[in-house]
């Protein structure tokens, strides 16, 4: 079966060689899992985000990158997905590949994109106690000084 | 046999209190977890009956500096992701650049850039095994294994000059020609390595305290480490026979007769033997490289307006300076498509992919890393549960976690 069959309407083209379909956010799970289970990608490559901001001609702020892969033909595929603010959410994938686990949440550490769904999202690379999303185009190079205003640990010092 | 979880997520924060289960830090600073990375363990008696990893010591914002820095800069810092193997990240960062580029580099550079991936294979796996070995108490096997990354180093000094942060790859091309020089070393090193393989393999593999706390330790199984995006050595221990040198060659190596190295039984043994025979097919391929080098330039043209060109043609021809000034000057630089790539290699670790997103001008809009350490230490918990706490190093040795890849 062929993708643009499968999935009449939506964007697929290619560039560089690779394939890549753009999805919109409703369908996002029902598409990955017919991708899954009838066109066999069964390997979740990645899951990341790129923060359209700034970015000449796009229309939406954030866009979620999905890079499967099929172990048996080689085959790969992109699949994206657009998502706006005020609070940017998709519906997460672990229900069909375990992996996607610390990906999402890494998307959501350094995007703030909620995953729906997910079990424990929960920052991963930066404290719990950081606010911003450090990947967001709007957010400086060098920081908001986070690290200059760092709660310091109190130590209960015994007493002499 | 494995428990079960305390909670789905593995948050210990939720569960029900069980008086008899111990909390245990493990890390951030222990010896065996190499770099700093730090486990919460849930002890029942010797027996782990949950883990809970916490990363990000280490975070320091490389996909951000990705977006400030242009090609060619940052793959100083791509250096330093995976510092075990360091050309293997110069490489995949250009060839996902190069691809963004549309470019096609010369066949010498290839051959190159495949004998320092295969170099740096060798050395990433020797550290690897070695330090393996070294937690679960063979402390003479890490001499053994580590004594010839010494050799590597050396040849990369001579290629490039630096031996710890190489960043020998250009756009389009290499820092320097490889010199007879570097090339004699090279032949002297693969004539030496075979020995260093017998003695570890002499030294472990049929010891018995090596093979009882490795075989059957951290069984994966083989729809399990597709589901959780496995890649690389973990993958082909667990039966899933993909590497991607061979199922979507990049650089050269369809020149080459390899063999990928798989195991069936998924445990820490299996992941032992399948890092022990990759190198030996990687010696393989250094010799069929290093014999039928090619001969020509190892950049793409100056015109390509792509390469830096070398000092030489900067300062006694226009068309070498003017080329200089093109991709230095901060209004000028490289013209790149308003498209997104990505590109995989295979990694000493498993798939390293970079997603590179161009705007048009010298920088990328976003530089992903897709870190195979990272997906991989998320396999930890699932792993570790139900064994010993003395399992704990095992573990993680066979994963081969580098702190500095996994946290960015």
Redesign the interface.
């Known amino acids: 079966m062929d993708l643009t069959d499968a999935f009449p309407g939506m964007a697929i083209d290619a560039?560089?060689g690779?394939t890549?379909m753009v999805v919109l956010v409703e369908s996002l799970r029902e598409t990955l899992r017919t991708l899954k289970e009838q066109f066999g990608f069964?390997?979740?490559?990645?899951v990341?985000c790129?923060?359209y901001l700034h970015?000449?001609?796009a229309k939406d702020r954030f866009g979620l990158?999905y890079?499967l892969a099929n172990?048996e033909t080689?085959e790969?595929l992109?699949v994206r997905c657009f998502v706006n603010d005020p609070q940017p959410t998709v519906p997460s994938v672990i229900a069909l590949?375990?992996?996607?686990?610390?990906?999402e949440r890494?998307v959501w550490d350094?995007f703030g994109v909620r995953f729906d769904g997910h079990?424990?999202l929960r920052?991963?690379?930066?404290?719990e106690l950081f606010e911003a999303h450090?990947?967001r185009k709007d957010?400086p190079?060098q920081g908001c000084g986070e690290r200059h205003h760092f709660p310091v640990v109190a130590r209960e010092i015994p007493n002499p | 046999m494995p428990l079960h979880p305390l909670s789905p997520a593995g948050d210990l924060a939720h569960d029900e209190p069980r008086p008899y289960v111990w909390t245990m830090n493990f890390g951030p600073q222990h010896p065996a977890t190499h770099t700093t990375l730090r486990l919460v363990l849930k002890l029942d008696g010797e027996r782990v009956v949950d883990a809970m990893p916490d990363i990000g010591y280490l975070h320091s914002g490389f996909e951000k500096l990705g977006e400030h820095l242009d090609f060619n800069q940052y793959v100083t810092i791509a250096d330093r992701m995976n510092y075990v193997s360091p050309m293997a990240n110069d490489v995949a960062w250009h060839l996902a650049v190069e691809r963004l580029l549309d470019l096609e580099t010369p066949p010498r550079c290839q051959y190159l850039r495949v004998i320092v991936c295969e170099l740096s294979r060798i050395s990433d796996h020797l550290l690897c095994l070695g330090a393996m070995g070294l937690d679960i108490g063979a402390f003479t096997h890490f001499v053994y294994a580590f004594n010839p990354r010494e050799q590597i180093y050396d040849i990369f000094e001579a290629l490039c000059g630096a031996r710890l942060t190489n960043s020998y790859t250009r756009v389009g091309g290499l820092m320097y020609d490889a010199s007879p020089k570097a090339i004699a070393m090279i032949r002297d090193f693969l004539r030496q390595i075979p020995k260093t393989f017998r003695d570890m393999d002499r030294l472990l593999r049929r010891n018995r305290i090596f093979i009882d706390r490795t075989r059957g330790v951290g069984v994966l199984g083989r729809d399990e480490a597709i589901r959780r995006s496995c890649s690389g050595p973990v993958a082909r221990a667990s039966g899933v026979p993909r590497d991607l040198r061979k199922d979507e060659p990049y650089l050269a190596y369809r020149d080459f007769d390899f063999q990928v190295c798989c195991a069936d039984e998924g445990d820490c043994l299996a992941r032992y033997l399948v890092r022990m025979e990759e190198m030996r097919e990687s010696v393989k391929i250094i010799h069929q490289a290093i014999e039928n080098l090619p001969s020509g330039p190892v950049n793409v043209g100056d015109d390509a307006r792509t390469i830096l060109p070398n000092k030489e043609a900067v300062t006694s021809t226009i068309e070498g300076l003017i080329t200089h000034f093109e991709l230095v000057m901060t209004n000028r630089g490289f013209s790149t498509p308003c498209g997104e790539v990505y590109h995989a290699t295979e990694a000493p670790n498993g798939e390293l992919g970079f997603y590179v997103v161009g705007d048009g001008t010298a920088r990328a809009y976003r530089a992903r890393c897709r870190p195979p350490s990272f997906v991989h230490f998320a396999l930890f918990p699932h792993l570790i549960r139900g064994h010993t706490l003395s399992d704990v190093v095992a573990v993680l040795g066979s994963l081969n976690v580098i702190a500095a890849e996994l946290d960015r």
């Not at chain 1, 069964?42 to 990645?46: E, N």
């Not at chain 1, 375990?98 to 990906?103: C, K």
């Not at chain 1, 920052?123 to 404290?127: A, D, G, N, S």
């Open positions: 560039f560089r690779q890549r069964d390997m979740l490559v990645d990341t790129v923060d970015y000449r001609g990158v890079l172990t080689n790969r992109t590949w375990e992996g996607a686990n610390w990906l890494e350094m079990p424990d920052r991963i690379l930066l404290p450090p990947l957010y190079l």
